[in-house]
C-alpha cells in the first residue's frame, strides 16, 4: 500500500490509480516493415526490472489522466511522477 | 545412502527420543564444476534435479538456492492441484503433473500428503455456465475427469455453499474434477531435496547468483555469492526473479513479476472436505488438515517484488467468501502473505531453450504452479538433458510469442490472473 502524487491532484492512495505497465514503450512507425522478432519485442518482452522502473499510472478514480512514474519495484518507493511526454528526473 | 521412512524406523528412532533421525539432505560447500547447474531450490528446481539424477543419469548436479529450500513460492501457495485446463497443451502439461502426483509419495517414500478430494469450479452467471460446460467437454476428451454438477447438486456435494438464487452471484452450478485435489507443499519440496541428495545431487543453500559468464553464445558457469561455478548447462526456475536472471544473461522474456496474495483462518473442525474455486467472484478455500481455511486472494496489478500485497485484494476475496460462504462470518483470519509470481501475457508457462546454447528457462508459471511441481520438473529435465523439448512441453517454447502460437489460458485458468 503506497501513495501516489498525482501531478494534477497531489497525493492520493494507490487504490484511485489504475496501472499502465512499462513506460516510454514506442509504438513503431512502420509496424508492416517490423519482423515478427521486432513485433514479439513490442508486444511481449518487459524489462521487469527489480528496482527502478519508469511506469505508467491512470489516476483512473480522481482527474482520469496518465503520467509516468519512477518508482523501486523491491520497495514500492516513489521517486518521482511526471507528465506524459516529459522525461524522467535522473 | 537413505534409509528408507517407515513403520519400523519410526519405532526404532522413537526407542532413542528420535534424536538420531539420519539427515534428509546433505550441506554441501560448491564444487568447482557441475555438469549442470540449477538455479532456485523450490519445488520445481528440485524436482528438475531429481530427475536429471534418475531419468537421465547425470550425477554431477547442483541446485543452487538464494535462501532456503521450499522458502519461496513452494511456501507461499495455496496447494491445490487440478489439470481440467481448457486447450490440448495445457491439458497434456497439467495432467501429465497430475498422474506422477498420484504416485509421488511411494516414489519418494516421502508422504507428501497428496489429497484427491476433488476441485469445484463455480459458474455464477449463463457465461459461466457455459464456458465451463465446455471446459467439461474438452477434459473430457482429452481423458481427464471432470463433472458437472447442478445446483442441486452442488449443494449436496459442497452444503456450507450459500446457494440461494438471491445473492449478487448466485451459483448456478460447477465443474468437480475428483481426481484434483491438494498436498502439502513442504513435504514436495523436502521430498525430492531429500531424493536428488540421495542420488548425489548438492543442494546448495544460500547462495544467490549475481551473474552468468558467457562466452559467445555458450554458457560459460555462473558467479554466486559463494564463488564462480563452472559449468554448460544452466536451468534456471527461478519463479518471480526470472526476469532478474534473464537480465544477467542478455536476455529479455515475456514476463511481469507481481504481488500475488494468500490467508489462512484461526484452526476449525473439519468444514469443507474439497477445494471450491470461483473465478468470477475471485475466491477461492480448502481447509488444511490442521483445520485452517487456506484462501487465496487475487494479484495486485503492478509490477513489485515485495513480497506484499495490497489491503483491498483481500478484501475483495474475502467478501466474495463471506457472500459464498455466510457460515464464516465471525472467523478469524490468523496470517496473510504475499510471493512474487512471474505472469506470462498468454498465463500459461515457458519451459525452454533460449537463443544461448546451455541456458534453459522454467518459468511464467504466473499464479498456479505448485500443481505442475512434478510434471515440470520431469519435462525440464529431459529439456536439459536431450537439448530439445518434450512432446508434452513442445508448445510452451519461448518462441511462441514471435510466432503467434499462444497457448491462452486467461480464460480457461480457473482463476483470473
Known sequence: MFIIKCPYCGE??????????????????????LSD???????????????LQYERWNHSHGCRRWFNAARDTSNDKIH??????????K | MKKKY?????????????????????DPEPKKEYDAVIVGGGGHGLATAYYLAKEHNLKNIAVVEKGWIGGGN??????????????DASAGLYDHALKIWE???????????????????????????RELKRRTHANRLNGIDCDWLNVEQVKKFCPIINCSPNIRYPVMGSTLQRRAGTARHDAVAWGYARGADSMGVDIIQNCEVKGIKRNGNSIEGIETTRGFIKTQKVGVVAAGHSSVIANMAGLRLPLESKPLQALVSEPIKPIIDTVVMSNAVHAYVSQSDKGELVIGAGT???ISYTQKGTHEIIEGTLKAILELYPIFSRLRMLRQWGGVVDICPDASPIISKTSIKGLYFNCGWGTGGFKATPGSGHLFAHTIAKDEPHALNAAFNINRFISGDLVDEHGAAAVAH
Open chain 2, 6 to 26: 517407515s513403520i519400523f524406523a519410526l519405532i526404532k528412532n522413537s526407542l532413542s527420543y528420535h534424536e538420531n533421525w539420519q539427515r534428509a539432505w546433505r
Open chain 2, 103 to 129: 504416485n509421488l509419495s511411494q516414489e519418494l517414500n516421502y508422504n507428501v500428503m497428496f489429497s484427491q478430494r476433488g476441485v469445484m469450479n463455480l459458474a455464477h452467471n449463463q457465461h459461466d455456465v
Open chain 1, 12 to 33: 492520493r492512495d494507490h487504490s484511485e490509480f489504475s496501472y499502465g505497465g512499462e513506460a516510454h514503450l514506442v509504438r513503431p512507425k512502420q509496424p508492416t516493415e
Open chain 1, 80 to 89: 518521482s511522477v511526471y507528465k506524459i511526454g516529459e522525461k524522467p528526473n
Open chain 2, 300 to 302: 495486485d496489478s503492478y
Open chain 1, 37 to 51: 522478432d521486432q513485433w514479439a519485442e513490442y508486444l511481449f518482452m518487459r524489462k521487469n526490472i527489480k528496482g
Open chain 2, 74 to 87: 513452494t511456501g507461499r501457495n495455496t496447494t491445490i492441484i487440478r489439470s481440467n485446463y481448457l486447450w
